[in-house]
């Protein structure tokens, strides 16, 4: 497990007590269960767990696309929940980045074009904006593609663009929902360590669900979702890992 110093970081966003339901009378499936975490200011965190334990919902709760039945999410002190949806739509576009194993770009648009959504949506300065997506686009290996659309691009190259458009706001918080589930496993580590490299570089705080362990234990926590809540999982052995998520 790669560890960093956490003793002078600090805690931007705090969930605390999140419970998530679904369906109602017998039927109802409580999904999220008394659910807390900290996260420290530019460490990445891995979220395993066997498929349909609200692993997704987490993250969506995180990313503030859904709202939990009970609990608060707080971004420096500030109850984001008490928002209202426009307020909170601000707020995901410009301090939230998404990474989603299906990279849900626009296809009749090109690679550069993809990237600089969220900005336009934002109402950001356009030359500055053409400027941050070149550079980014060059970081993550595609100034050579910028004009290129999406159905011109392999599968790795399409998530490398959905990256640079999750991080074109410059967010406090990168989450990524098994971004490398749908590539071969060559192309799916040089996805993930280009969001280390984005970790590192803009001091991102990065969340990342993710099956593959061996992923997982590269990042600063590994923490498993069971029964609605979250448990560290660094000290597991590998071979036990593995066997919990299949």
Same mark, same amino acid.
């Given at each position: &497990? *790669?560890?960093?110093?956490?003793?002078?970081?600090?805690?931007?966003?705090?969930?605390?007590?999140?419970?998530?339901?679904? $369906?109602?009378?017998?039927?109802?499936?409580?999904?999220?269960?008394? !659910?807390?975490?900290?996260?420290?200011r530019?460490?990445?965190?891995?979220?395993?767990?066997?498929?349909?334990? $609200?692993?997704?919902?987490?993250? *969506?709760?995180?990313?503030?696309?859904?709202?939990?039945?009970?609990?608060?999410?707080?971004?420096?002190?500030?109850d984001?929940?008490?928002?209202?949806?426009?307020?909170?739509?601000?707020f995901?576009?410009?301090?939230?980045?998404?990474?989603?194993?299906?990279h849900?770009?626009?296809?009749?648009f090109?690679?550069?074009?993809?990237?600089? &959504?969220p900005?336009?949506?934002?109402?950001?300065?356009?030359?500055?904006?053409?400027?941050?997506?070149?550079?980014? !686009?060059?970081?993550?290996?595609?100034?050579?593609?910028?004009?290129h659309?999406?159905?011109?691009?392999?599968?790795?190259?399409?998530?490398?663009?959905?990256?640079?458009?999750?991080?074109?706001?410059?967010p406090?918080?990168?989450?990524?929902?098994?971004?490398?589930?749908?590539?071969?496993?060559?192309t799916?580590?040089?996805?993930?360590?280009?969001?280390?490299?984005?970790?590192?570089?803009?001091?991102?705080?990065t969340?990342?669900?993710?099956?593959?362990?061996?992923?997982?234990?590269?990042?600063?926590?590994?923490?498993?979702?069971?029964?609605?809540?979250?448990?560290?999982?660094?000290?597991?052995?590998?071979?036990?890992?593995?066997?919990?998520?299949?």
């Amino acid at each position: &497990m *790669h560890m960093r110093d956490s003793s002078s970081r600090t805690v931007d966003f705090s969930a605390r007590g999140l419970v998530k339901s679904y $369906g109602h009378g017998p039927g109802r499936v409580e999904v999220l269960s008394d !659910l807390s975490l900290e996260l420290l200011r530019g460490e990445m965190v891995a979220i395993t767990g066997v498929s349909g334990t $609200g692993k997704s919902t987490l993250l *969506h709760i995180l990313g503030t696309l859904d709202r939990p039945d009970k609990g608060t999410l707080t971004y420096k002190n500030e109850d984001i929940f008490k928002r209202d949806d426009g307020s909170l739509a601000a707020f995901r576009n410009q301090t939230i980045g998404f990474v989603f194993q299906f990279h849900h770009l626009l296809p009749e648009f090109s690679a550069l074009e993809n990237t600089l &959504m969220p900005g336009l949506i934002a109402g950001r300065n356009k030359e500055e904006l053409f400027d941050d997506a070149r550079e980014l !686009l060059n970081k993550v290996g595609l100034g050579h593609r910028l004009e290129h659309r999406v159905g011109e691009l392999s599968g790795g190259e399409q998530q490398r663009v959905a990256l640079a458009r999750a991080i074109i706001m410059k967010p406090a918080l990168l989450l990524a929902d098994e971004p490398t589930g749908n590539l071969d496993p060559k192309t799916g580590e040089k996805v993930f360590n280009l969001i280390r490299d984005m970790n590192h570089d803009f001091g991102l705080t990065t969340v990342m669900v993710t099956h593959n362990y061996a992923l997982a234990r590269q990042m600063d926590r590994c923490l498993t979702l069971r029964n609605g809540r979250l448990f560290d999982s660094g000290i597991l052995q590998e071979n036990d890992a593995l066997a919990a998520f299949h």
